[in-house]
C-alpha cells in the first residue's frame, strides 16, 4: 500500500540557510511533503555539515550526525550564491519556487546582489523568510549572537534558575529550535495567503523575539502590576516542580486539581492529609520540613515507578530522562516518534521524525539527508510544474486567515496561545467556555491580576488570560449537557477549525470526537493537544508544563555545573506545543484547499522534547555518552558564561568563539600577554582563570556599555533582560514587537505582547482584547459558578525572598501609556 501524499504536496521550498533555524524549518515543510532544495557552496557545503556530533569513520562533508537530522527529505545542489555567475541559475531556481528560506546576516544577500527585493521581483509570488538573530531592522539587527546571548536578551534567563545563584540557561540550543519552529509556521502562513491572493511576501523572524514570546505569563506582572519578577525562591515549596533525588533518578512533583490528599496515598505518609501541608499557603511556611518528609518518602523508591504509579492516580508527577531513556520510551515507541534512518555513507541512526499525527497526511521521512551536491550543480533546477488550475493573479494581499472560523475550546496556555496566534492572523476566534470550570489563566491561577487585586470579576483581571486570549470572543457553553454539545454541533457546520485540549477521554465521552464531528463538516480541521497524546500507553496520563519539561529531556541537561537537573524559564513545552500546532495546522489548510478534505491534528507535547534536543540522542548512541549539565557555559568556547555588571542583579553573558575574537577581549580583562590561553585547547584548560578575569572586568561595567563594547568588536554580548527592560527596549519598539491594546475598563490600555516576525506586504496585528466571561453569548454579565479564584499576592513576601525583585508604582508612566494614547486618539 503506497503512502499517503504529504500535507504540501507540490509546494517547492528553497533552503539557503546556513544554520540550525533555517534549516530545521525547511526541513520541517519537507516532512509535511514538500520538495526542499538545499543550495549549499561546493566544497565544504553548508555550515551545519561541521557541527557536532560528528561520525568519526564518516568520509567529510558528511560527518554531522546533526546535520543528517536537520536535512532528511531534502536533495543538495552545490551552487556557490556569493558568487555572481551562479546567479542565473538561482534566478530559475527561485523563479520555480514557492518558499524560500535564508539566514544569513541582515544585508549580506543585499550585497551579494539578491536582496529580497531583487528575489520578489524574480517571483513575485514568492515567500522568503529570514530568520536572524535579532530580525532584519532594528538597532540591534547587526548584532552577533550566540544561544546563550539570545537567551539572555530574550528575557528568558532573567526568570530561570534560583535567586541567590546567576540566571540561567535552557540546556542546548533551544534557541534555534524554536526559531526554527516559528519560522515553519509563519511560512507556511503566509504562503497560504500568497497562494490565495497571488502576492508574494518577506517573513523576517527575529530570534530573540522568539524566545522573548515565551513570557506571555511573565510579561503581565510589569505591564500589569509593575512587578519585575525575579527567580525561584532557595527556599521554595517542594510541589511546584523542582527535581527530587530518588534511589534511581529525579522526581518532579506538582500540585494540581487532583486532591492533594492523593500524595499521602502514593507516598504513604499522612502528613499529605493534613491542612498544613495540602494547603500551599500552610505549605509554604515550613518549606524544609515539607521538603524533608518528601524526600524520605522518595529515598528508596525509584523515579519512573513513582511517576507511573501516581500518574495513574491522576496526580501531575514528571521524571527528568535522558537520552538513553527517551530511546527506549515505551510510549515515544508506541507513538512512532522514532525513525530509524540509513544513510549511505553517515551510518544508521534512530531520529525523532514526528510533530504531529496527521489522520489524512502522515509526516514522513521519505529520503535521508544527502551527500554534497548529490542532486547537481549550476544546470540543476525544477522539472516543469503540472498545475491543473491557474494561480491568481495578484490582488490585494489579505491576512492568512481571513474569513475562516476557529471554535476554540481549550484553557490555560498552548492550545489558547495557538488560538490567538490564529486571531492575529485573521481568524474569527470564538473561546468556548462553561461557568463550571473557569480556564485558570482567567482565575488568575497563573500571573497577576490587574494591579495585584482579583476585584468584584477576577475572571476579567487576570492579566495572563488577556495575554493569551486577545482578539477572541467569548461564549459560555456547557458540553458536558446535551443542550451544549448540540448548539456545538450546529457551530461545527460552520467551522473551518476545532482546538482542544481535554485529555482524550474527554471529547470521546461527549461524543464530539474527530469522527463525529467530520460527519458534520467533511471539510473540517481539528487539533487535539494532550501532555502525552491520544495513543500510548501514558495517554491518559495527566501533565502541566513543569512536569512534562522533565519527563521530556530538557531538564535532564539543564543545571548548574556540577549541581542536579533544573527546571527553567515557564511551561516551556507549551511553546514548543503551540508552535508545532499552529505549522500542522496551516499544512493541513494548505492540504485542505486542494482536495477539500479535513483531517485531525493529534499533538502529543511529550514527542515535541525530543525534537528538539536530537545533539543528546545522537551522541548518545555514537558514543554512549551524553551532554553534561555546565550552566551557562560552553562545552568548547571558553569564555562564554554569564558574568555579573555593575548593579543589583545585572548580568552579562558573553560568548567567544574564535582566537581572534579572544585577542580583543584579552585587552580589555588583563590577558593578553598570556600566551597559554592564544588558542581554544588552552582557554578550555584555564577555563577557571579566563572566567574569573572577564568577570572581575565585568562588575566594573554596566552591562550595557559591555555589550556595546564587545559587539563593536563582533563579540556576542548582551544583558541579561528582565521584563520591565524588555518592554522599555529601544530595538523590540522600533520592531513593534509589543503592540498597545485598549482594554475595557479597569484594565485600559495595556501593551501586549506580538509576534516574533514582521511581514512586509501584510500586517498580522492582535485584533482586540481578550473577551469578558460571556461576553459574545446571551449573558454579556456572565459570572462563573462555585469556583476557586486566588486572592492578592503577597508583594511583600515576594519582595523578601526576591521572586519579586522590584515594585514600580510609576509603571504606567514608563510604559508611556497616556503618551500612546494620545499619539493613537
Known amino acids: 500500500m503506497s503512502e499517503p501524499a504529504g500535507a504540501l504536496q507540490g509546494v517547492r521550498v528553497l533552503d539557503l540557510g546556513d544554520g540550525i533555524a533555517s534549516s530545521f524549518a525547511a526541513r520541517l515543510l519537507?516532512?509535511?511533503?514538500?520538495?526542499?532544495?538545499?543550495?549549499?557552496?561546493?566544497?565544504?557545503?553548508d555550515a551545519t555539515r561541521r557541527l557536532p556530533p560528528l561520525h568519526p569513520t564518516a568520509?567529510?562533508?558528511?560527518?554531522?550526525?546533526?546535520?543528517?537530522?536537520?536535512?532528511?527529505n531534502k536533495r543538495s545542489v552545490a551552487l556557490d550564491i556569493a558568487d555572481a555567475r551562479s546567479h542565473e541559475a538561482l534566478r530559475r531556481w527561485v523563479e520555480g519556487g514557492d518558499i524560500l528560506f535564508e539566514s544569513f546576516a541582515p544585508g549580506t544577500l543585499a550585497r551579494w546582489g539578491l536582496g529580497v527585493d531583487t528575489l520578489l521581483a524574480w517571483n513575485p509570488r514568492l515567500?522568503?523568510?529570514?530568520?536572524?538573530?535579532?530580525?532584519?531592522?532594528?538597532p540591534y539587527a547587526g548584532y552577533a549572537a550566540s544561544d546563550l546571548v539570545l537567551q539572555a536578551m530574550g528575557g528568558i534567563m532573567h526568570i530561570s534558575g534560583r535567586v541567590d545563584l546567576p540566571p540561567l540557561k535552557h540546556g542546548l540550543n533551544q534557541s534555534a529550535y524554536c526559531a526554527g519552529l516559528n519560522a515553519a509556521y509563519a511560512g507556511m502562513a503566509a504562503l497560504v495567503a500568497a497562494q490565495a491572493d497571488g502576492v508574494g511576501e518577506h517573513v523576517d523572524v527575529s530570534m530573540q523575539e522568539c524566545l522573548a514570546s515565551e513570557l506571555v505569563m511573565n510579561q503581565p506582572y510589569y505591564s500589569f502590576m509593575g512587578a519585575v519578577q525575579g527567580r525561584r525562591s532557595a527556599t521554595q515549596d517542594p510541589f511546584q516542580g523542582e527535581p527530587i533525588a530518588t534511589r534511581k533518578g529525579y522526581l518532579t512533583v506538582q500540585s494540581g486539581p487532583t486532591r492533594f490528599e492523593s500524595f499521602a496515598d502514593l507516598f504513604g505518609r499522612e502528613e499529605f492529609r493534613t491542612p498544613e501541608y495540602a494547603q500551599r499557603v500552610k505549605r509554604n511556611t515550613r518549606t524544609a520540613e515539607v521538603r524533608a518528609v518528601l524526600e524520605s518518602c522518595v529515598a528508596n523508591r525509584d523515579a519512573k515507578d513513582l511517576f507511573e504509579q501516581g500518574a495513574r492516580m491522576r496526580l501531575l508527577l514528571g521524571v527528568v530522562q535522558g537520552a538513553p531513556e527517551l530511546l527506549q520510551c515505551d510510549h515515544l515507541a508506541a507513538r512512532g516518534a522514532f525513525r530509524t534512518v540509513a544513510h549511505p555513507v553517515g551510518g544508521t541512526w534512530k531520529f525523532p521524525a514526528e510533530l504531529a499525527?496527521?489522520?489524512?497526511?502522515?509526516?514522513?521521512?521519505?529520503s535521508a539527508a544527502p551527500r554534497l551536491g548529490e542532486h547537481g550543480g549550476r544546470d540543476a533546477g525544477w522539472a516543469p510544474r503540472n498545475e491543473t488550475r491557474g494561480r491568481p493573479s495578484p490582488g490585494p494581499a489579505r491576512l492568512p486567515l481571513a474569513g475562516l472560523r476557529v471554535l476554540d475550546l481549550s484553557y490555560v496556555f498552548a492550545v489558547p496561545y495557538m488560538g490567538a496566534l490564529m486571531s492575529d492572523l485573521g481568524a474569527e476566534v470564538i473561546k468556548i467556555e462553561g461557568t463550571h470550570r473557569l480556564d485558570q489563566t482567567r482565575s488568575g491561577a497563573f500571573g497577576p491580576h490587574l494591579d495585584n487585586d482579583p476585584g468584584d470579576e477576577p475572571w476579567n483581571r487576570s492579566g495572563a488570560f488577556h495575554m493569551l486570549n486577545r482578539g477572541k470572543q467569548s461564549m459560555l457553553l456547557d458540553l458536558a449537557s446535551e443542550e451544549g454539545r448540540a448548539v456545538f454541533r450546529k457551530m461545527v457546520e460552520s467551522a473551518d477549525f476545532v482546538l482542544e485540549n481535554y485529555t482524550p477521554r474527554v471529547m470521546r465521552g461527549w461524543g464530539l470526537h474527530y469522527e463525529e464531528l467530520r460527519r458534520i463538516n467533511p471539510a473540517l480541521i481539528m487539533l487535539s493537544n494532550t501532555g502525552y497524546g491520544s495513543t500510548g500507553p501514558w495517554s491518559e496520563f495527566p501533565s502541566q508544563?513543569?512536569?512534562?519539561?522533565?519527563?521530556?529531556?530538557?531538564?535532564?541537561?539543564?543545571?548548574?555545573?556540577?549541581?542536579?537537573?533544573?527546571?527553567?524559564?515557564?511551561?516551556?513545552?507549551?511553546?514548543?506545543?503551540?508552535?508545532?500546532g499552529l505549522t500542522a495546522l496551516f499544512a493541513a489548510l494548505h492540504h485542505r484547499r486542494r482536495t477539500g478534505q479535513g483531517q485531525?491534528?493529534?499533538?502529543?507535547?511529550?514527542?515535541?522534547?525530543?525534537?528538539?534536543?536530537?545533539?543528546?540522542?545522537?551522541?548518545?548512541?555514537?558514543?554512549?555518552?551524553?551532554?553534561?549539565?555546565?550552566?551557562?557555559?560552553?562545552?568548547l568556547h571558553v569564555p562564554s558564561n554569564l558574568y555579573p555588571a555593575r548593579g543589583d542583579d545585572r548580568w552579562v553573558a558573553i560568548s567567544v568563539t574564535s582566537d581572534m575574537q579572544w585577542r580583543v577581549l584579552a585587552r580589555h580583562v588583563g590577558l593578553d600577554g598570556d600566551a597559554r590561553l592564544a588558542t581554544e585547547a588552552g582557554r578550555r584548560e584555564h577555563r577557571e582563570l579566563v572566567d574569573a578575569a572577564v568577570a572581575r572586568w565585568t562588575a566594573a561595567h554596566d552591562a550595557w556599555e559591555t555589550t556595546r563594547l564587545l559587539q563593536s568588536g563582533g563579540i556576542a554580548a548582551g544583558p541579561v533582560l528582565n521584563n520591565r527592560d524588555l518592554l522599555l527596549d529601544p530595538h523590540l519598539r522600533a520592531r513593534g514587537f509589543y503592540e498597545y491594546v485598549e482594554h475595557p475598563q479597569p484594565v485600559g490600555l495595556r501593551p501586549v505582547i506580538g509576534r516574533p516576525y514582521r511581514m512586509r506586504h501584510r500586517t498580522p496585528r492582535i485584533q482586540g482584547p481578550a473577551p469578558r466571561l460571556g461576553e459574545h453569548g446571551p449573558s454579556a454579565k456572565a459570572r462563573p459558578g462555585a469556583t476557586t479564584i486566588p486572592g492578592a499576592l503577597d508583594m511583600q513576601e515576594a519582595l523578601q525572598s526576591r521572586t519579586v525583585t522590584a515594585l514600580d508604582a510609576d509603571y504606567r508612566e514608563r510604559l508611556g501609556i497616556a503618551t500612546h494614547r494620545k499619539e493613537t486618539a
Request: charged share 20%; with cysteine; proline share 7%.
Open 30 to 45: 519537507g516532512d509535511f511533503g514538500a520538495d526542499v532544495v538545499k543550495l549549499e557552496p561546493p566544497g565544504a557545503g
Open 59 to 72: 568520509p567529510e562533508p558528511e560527518r554531522s550526525l546533526l546535520f543528517q537530522y536537520l536535512n532528511w
Open 127 to 138: 515567500v522568503v523568510v529570514s530568520v536572524t538573530n535579532f530580525g532584519s531592522t532594528g
Open 357 to 366: 499525527r496527521m489522520s489524512a497526511t502522515p509526516m514522513s521521512v521519505r
Open 545 to 580: 508544563g513543569t512536569t512534562l519539561e522533565a519527563t521530556m529531556g530538557i531538564t535532564q541537561y539543564t543545571g548548574y555545573r556540577g549541581d542536579k537537573p533544573w527546571k527553567v524559564g515557564q511551561s516551556y513545552p507549551d511553546f514548543l506545543a503551540c508552535w508545532s
Open 600 to 635: 485531525w491534528i493529534d499533538l502529543g507535547m511529550y514527542q515535541l522534547g525530543v525534537a528538539a534536543m536530537p545533539e543528546a540522542l545522537l551522541q548518545w548512541q555514537l558514543t554512549g555518552t551524553e551532554p553534561k549539565r555546565i550552566g551557562n557555559e560552553d562545552e
